[in-house]
């Protein structure tokens, strides 16, 4: 054969062994040569890279793509890398540090300050003012799954009533169990679809009206202080004079005439109900969310963005979120992400780490009395031989998480130690704790969780 014609040779190789897969090796020789299939071999080997790559899907957020696009650049351009805001310290990414345990509990860690801890929450509980917690996280949490029964403890031991904060709309109705939502007619904007930053607060979203837009709450009885509230409250910006009818319970529809503002508004109806109705035909009004609680006890909020890994906390609009802090304040806002930062691939988080003490300080700029709890992300499973295990990154993630909380002087959960550690997702999948995605929890799963993290607030209430 010729020099110089390789894709003949390698032709003819392919051809050779495609052959010799077809061959009955081992019943011409008597098993002396066994049989091969290069189909086969290549099918199985891609099967094991792809169970190796976990049996859920990896979305890692577009906007820490994107932050992380920049910080490369940044890196690699000699004008800038000096001066970037991400540049870090070496110690960025400290080495692991075992979680703190009081017995079999795993406790709060305290970066803040002056080690002050849960001062805000402590000090409205010891006083007797409605404590109001806010949760606000990705998927994990999404349902109220988690956050209800985190909800339901508190509201046992210090007192209170209702849901709290629930959206404009939702495109699953009847997935929450802690609230029966209803309506038509919303559209809702996203922090991640080019929302307007100015009608961004804490639950990153709101919803504008398409013609006659209605929202209904009502209590359930799955839970034993979800079925009925005190107050209902409807949180909105209207730029225009507006009309917007309420009603609560079996009541009779009441108009409101609104005049025009580009400030936060609050209608509130008080007294015991069951239901709560909005409707209206303003085109132009905002609509932030409703609350439904008491005025004393503990409220907690969940403020859930499926997709999302916390970076867009950054962009949420100060002057916005202190007008509504002035009807909904917070004496303890707790932030969960990770799952939508982290793959099985990557190992250093420092750009994501760098990016979560920006959030942390920007959304301490807009709840200054607010106590801040970074959790660390929960065990994620992957398969790796067949085999469940542990997500190899988790770890990594988590002190990129820890580190964050101690720059940025707040408080932190190791949430992934409290559901056991390494392999805790083997566990809590064998115990139906947690789904088949090996990510997100189950109801039941959500409770166990909660717990933990209950007796954890307690201990540091103390």
Known sequence: MKKGKPTLIILLAIIFIAILSVLPLSRWTGGKLKDFSLISDILK???????????????????????????????????TASDSVLALPVDTIIQAVKAPREGDLVILEDYTTSQTGLIHLKDAITNGRLARIAVVGDSYIEGDIFTQDLREKLQEAYGGEGVGYVSMHTDFPGFRRSVKQGGKGWKTHMANKKADRQYLGLMEQYATPSGTATSTYEGTKSLPHTGSWSRSRFMFISPENSIISVKTGEGEWSERNITASDSVQCIEIEGPTTRFDIK????????????????????????SSRGFSGITLSRINVELCRQMGRVIGYNLIILEFGINAMSSSQKDY??????MVGVINHVRQCYPRADILLMGVGDRGEKRGGQVRSMAT???????QRDAARRAYCLFWDTREAMGGEDAVVEWSNAGLINKDYIHMTHKGGARLADALFKALQQSLK
């Open 350 to 355: 420092s750009v994501y780490s760098d990016r």
């Open 45 to 79: 080997e891609t099967s094991l890279i792809s169970e190796s790559t976990g049996s859920g899907e990896e979305q890692i957020d577009p906007e820490l793509l994107k932050a992380m696009e920049e910080e490369e650049k940044a890196q690699h351009n000699p004008l």
């Open 394 to 400: 988790a770890p990594a993630m988590i002190n990129a």
């Open 280 to 303: 209206t035909s303003a085109p132009k009004l905002i609509g932030l969310g409703v609350w439904l609680d008491g005025q004393k006890g503990v409220s907690l909020d969940c403020m």
